[in-house]
């Protein structure tokens, strides 16, 4: 879930802006390191492994790519069995400790179940614009330009000066204090937008944005930025869909744990985590030896460093597995 303070209040207004909020699961909420796990119904295959519509799948940039541009994406995909793309992460990503990991990713048209899969990744770096809106405490000066709205921009840089605005607060409950960032959070100006085209870029067209009884400092600067590029490919599975049930559920469960030669009290590990109450396992740090027996077996120890190398929370996402003739998805948290 994405905690937005601005998203929030303007889609509950502020009597259910607590709701919208408590989803988020806060890094003080947990001990050392945390095992959580649900059970996984792979019966029928759905979102997030099978994607429909795969235009639904955000770009990894504030600003998200037209409808049009993805679906062309996708056309040259079905008809050259491969695509190059950036920032638009056809296939999955799951967290895993300070990188993230490829998930299974599949896909339907025309009635047929395809596979793909990243056959090349790498990074380009880039000069490009960025926008960003600075909270101010205080009113601006008597002489600053200032706007809100209706900003009678284009739809283009409205949708900038939005994504700017709920930056402000991303990550953010909104209830415990001013937002705090190491550095101004901005909206990059990607190749799916044009620069040239913006009254935000290169100086925007006001000095101050008042929003929702409060004031930001509209800032452009010129930034050279690191910009993820996927090469992608597919593969077809069949058009039936109980055997692509079944390709998929193979592909998707990585193993199963009960062959592992777990110890009575590694298994109790596991035990607790899929609990009904409260579906997980803590501890402090050090991990025991029975959790890092547990963890060895889901495959996630071989890249857990120690808790002190790490400066944030770091979670390990999606390990799903078979234990006790069921499935299950486990994410471990580590909270230093």
């Not at 059970?39 to 519509?53: A, F, K, Q, T």
């Not at 008809?79 to 339907?108: I, K």
């Not at 997980?280 to 857990?304: C, H, N, Q, V």
């Amino acid at each position: 879930m994405r905690c937005s303070r601005r998203s929030a209040l303007r889609l509950l207004g502020v009597a259910g802006a607590t709701a919208a909020t408590a989803g988020c699961l806060n890094a003080g909420d947990l001990d050392a390191y945390s095992l959580i796990a649900d059970e996984l119904d792979l019966s029928s295959i759905e979102r997030p492994y099978l994607w429909p519509d795969p235009t639904e799948i955000d770009a990894v940039t504030r600003v998200d790519f037209a409808t049009e541009a993805k679906a062309a994406w996708l056309s040259e995909l079905f008809d050259t069995g491969s695509v190059t793309v950036r920032q638009w992460p056809l296939v999955g990503r799951d967290r895993w400790g300070t990188e993230t990991r490829p998930r299974p990713t599949f896909l339907r048209r025309d009635g047929t179940f395809y596979e793909v899969d990243i056959v090349d990744e790498r990074i380009r770096r880039r000069d490009r614009w960025h926008f960003a809106l600075e909270r101010v405490d205080e009113a601006p000066p008597e002489d600053a330009t200032l706007d809100g709205p209706p900003f009678g921009l284009s739809d283009q840089d409205e949708r900038v000066l939005n994504a700017a605005l709920d930056a402000v607060y991303a990550g953010h409950d909104g209830f415990l204090g001013d937002p705090e960032f190491d550095e101004l959070q901005t909206v990059e100006f990607h190749h799916g937008l044009d620069a040239d085209a913006s009254d935000l870029v290169p100086s925007p067209s006001f000095d101050f944005v008042e929003y929702e009884d409060e004031y930001f400092r509209a800032v452009a600067e010129r930034r050279s930025v690191d910009v993820p590029e996927w090469t992608y490919a597919i593969t077809e599975i069949s058009d039936s869909r109980s055997e692509f049930t079944a390709h998929a559920r193979d592909a998707i469960v990585e193993r199963d744990v009960d062959d592992a030669g777990l110890s009575e009290a590694a298994a109790g590990v596991l035990d607790d985590a899929i609990a009904e109450e409260p579906r997980r396992y803590e501890e402090g740090a050090p991990p025991s030896a029975e959790l890092t027996e547990a963890l060895d077996a889901l495959a996630i120890a071989d890249d857990l460093e120690p808790i002190d190398s790490y400066d944030e929370r770091v979670d390990f996402r999606n390990v799903v597995v078979e234990f006790r003739d069921d499935v299950y998805r486990f994410d471990l948290i580590v909270s230093p």
